[in-house]
């Protein structure tokens, strides 16, 4: 399923392929190109089998359908062309507020980002962010640092220019929210597995059969 399984997979298959061309050829003494079909049929069969469990085996470990994780795909890649527009719009801004401002937007972005390509399942508490909020920065960031290259501002323009970085500045914290959101059942477990050390180290702490002891010497 990721890009890395897959590079890995293809580089072994490949390997594989290699030695039994080398092994038919030179140690059956096979024609080389019946060597080089066979050594190709059991490297494409070695690669798609495999490839086939670890999808499987990756499907299975996120609760996913083959047609959950495709549409899932599917958006974290327009989220990605969505994400390089935003870096652009980052790019050519000129003030150091509004730089400050985009960076610390596609930071959170990629930070969204990443949590989702990482868990998949994660892909339905954060529609919030890949549907609404994304488009929102991006359509307003490029905007902005359209208007913000112009030589000549008059009044109306700086209006704009105001009323544009407090929105964003919305957003940033709506996105927060949304990693938040994201991330609370994580928080909800880390919180649940503190309540169990600390409860366990207080039962540590004191043993009344330690006390006991302890009176009696």
Known sequence: MKSVYSFFLGMFTAVETILIWIILFFGFKNPPFTSFLIALLIGGVTFFGLKWFFDYQFLKKNKLTRKEYNYIQKNLQEAKRKMSRLQK??????????????????????????????????????????????????????????????????????????????????LRESIKKDIYHVLSTDIDDLKFELDVAKHSLKKLEYNPLDEERRTKE
Request: charged residues 30%; glycine residues 2%; proline residues 2%.
């Open 89 to 170: 719009a980052f790019f050519s801004v000129r003030s150091m507020g509004a730089f400050k401002q985009l960076y610390e937007l596609n930071k959170l972005a990629k930070r969204m980002y990443a949590i989702v390509n990482k868990d998949p399942r994660r892909f339905y508490q954060s529609e919030r962010f890949f549907f609404y909020h994304l488009d929102s920065v991006v359509e307003l960031s490029e905007r902005y640092a359209h208007l913000a290259a112009q030589p000549i501002k008059n009044e109306k323009m700086y209006i704009s220019l105001k009323e544009t970085q407090s929105t964003l500045d919305d």
